[in-house]
């Protein structure tokens, strides 16, 4: 598990996390993480993780609105995620080229946007906290069919509440978060893509 620190909101090693604790913390941080972690494995796919919000098909409850961005590209083009409202469904990977959780994902993300890129999803890495030339590496190194934001100071990150990575953010066509850290993202976008 990766974690965010939310003083300097930079991603650290579960590793510097345990050496920053005494033992007896060290036990009760792994415990808290255990009991996170399988609080969210067991939510269902469709609901929030975080944030206001409940199921998306429940038309009484809060929506939760995707915030704004503006990043840009490996390429230095802007990617604004506004221009997509109305028009597509999004879906966001947050991540880190340090991260090997992420790394495992990659043929994971891969088949996202093989099955579904050409039926209307788009689907964007959002690197935090790297310099551009690392990630440019990364990117060119694992084949990323999609593309790779730079969010350098972290922001995107930081209003999303993004405290590990990977982690994916559904947005549906009308800027709605569908799910975060969404563990079964398949059925809900074969959903979305439907609709449209």
């Not at 604790?21 to 415990?31: C, H, L």
């Not at 994971?108 to 689907?123: C, D, N, R, S, W």
Request: charged share 25%; net charge positive; proline share 5%.
């Amino acid at each position: 598990m990766l974690f965010l620190d939310s003083r300097k909101r930079v991603f650290i090693p579960h590793e510097i996390v345990s050496d920053r604790f005494p033992t007896g913390a060290r036990n009760i941080v792994a415990v808290v993480a255990v009991v996170i972690v399988a609080w969210i494995l067991f939510l269902p796919s469709y609901t929030h993780s975080f944030g206001p919000g409940a199921r998306a098909d429940n038309k009484s409850s809060f929506v939760e609105k995707a915030p704004g961005f503006v990043l840009k590209d490996l390429d230095g083009r802007q990617f604004r995620l506004n221009d997509f409202k109305g028009k597509k469904p999004v879906l966001l990977i947050f991540g880190a080229t340090w991260c090997g959780f992420c790394r495992e994902e990659i043929p994971h993300f891969k088949a996202l946007h093989a099955a579904y890129a050409k039926q209307g999803l788009e689907i964007v890495n959002i690197d935090s906290q790297e310099s551009k030339e690392k990630v440019a590496r990364f990117s060119a190194k694992n084949e990323l069919p999609y593309r790779v934001l730079l969010d350098e100071d972290g922001a995107v990150a930081g209003i999303y509440d993004i405290l590990g990575v990977p982690a994916m953010v559904l947005i549906d066509q009308k800027g709605n978060i569908l799910c975060r850290m969404c563990q079964r993202v398949e059925p809900i976008i074969e959903s979305l893509l439907k609709k449209k």
